[in-house]
Structure formats: C-alpha cells, structure tokens
Nanobody
Framework: QVQLVESGGGLVQAGGSLRLSCAAS????????TGWFRQAPGKERESVAA????????YYADSVKGRFTISRDNAKNTVYLQLNSLKPEDTAVYYC?????????????????????WGQGTQVTVSS
C-alpha cells in the first residue's frame, strides 16, 4: 500500500505562485512515475504533469507548459509541482497519482486509469 498526501494549495491572485507537494508513505513509492492531475467543478479530471522515478523524463499538458514545473526528491518520498504565472482557469483540486509497477509508457501518462494510487487532493484557487 502507498498513501499519498498533497499539500500546498491555497488562494492566490492571478500571476502568483504556489508550490504543491505530494508526500508518499508506505512500502514503496512510484517506482514508475508520479503524475499531477486537476479537476475543476463540472469538468473531467485532466492531466497536468508527470515525472518518472528517475526524474529523467517529464510530461506537461500544453496548458501549463512554461508555467508549471514538476520535480521529485526520492530521499524524501516527495514530488513537487511548482505553479507560476497562475491564471483563474488553473483553479481546481489538484491530485497526485502514483504508478507503482509495470512499464513506463509515455503515451499512458495523461491517462488517469494508468495510475495505481491517488491522494485526496489540494484546492488551488486563483482570483482575477
């Protein structure tokens, strides 16, 4: 079992920044990849970013490229998502998800069904 806990969300003005953390506990943590997703009210959950266990490969949705940065510290069992230049349309609950076993497929990274474990989410609200 793996438990994921997100933190760092909050209320920020447009143009501001936040740093989200996804802390893992349990037997193992994301030996394949960790992803960040978000879900706004009335919308489907969408992929934001992902990073492999080694950190050697990252993925970003087009809507966040150049503004968000994903990173990880395996010694701390934590994955981070730096959110810069925030826009009101970034408002959502942000979730982290871990893929524990299997093979890394870049094409599957944006697919929420590919992941094995999910956190409870952290709210990000961007005011205009």
């Amino acid at each position: 079992q793996v438990q994921l806990v997100e933190s760092g969300g909050g209320l920020v003005q447009a143009g501001g920044s936040l740093r989200l953390s996804c802390a893992a506990s349990g037997r193992t943590f994301s030996r394949v990849a960790t992803g960040w997703f978000r879900q706004a009210p009335g919308k489907e959950r969408e992929s934001v970013a992902a990073i492999t266990w080694s950190g050697g490969s990252t993925y970003y949705a087009d809507s966040v490229k150049g503004r968000f940065t994903i990173s990880r510290d395996n010694a701390k069992n934590t994955v981070y998502l730096q959110l810069n230049s925030l826009k009101p349309e970034d408002t959502a609950v942000y979730y982290c998800a871990a893929k524990i076993s299997g093979i890394y497929y870049y094409a599957r990274v944006p697919d929420p069904t590919w992941y094995d474990y999910w956190g409870q989410g952290t709210q990000v609200t961007v005011s205009s």
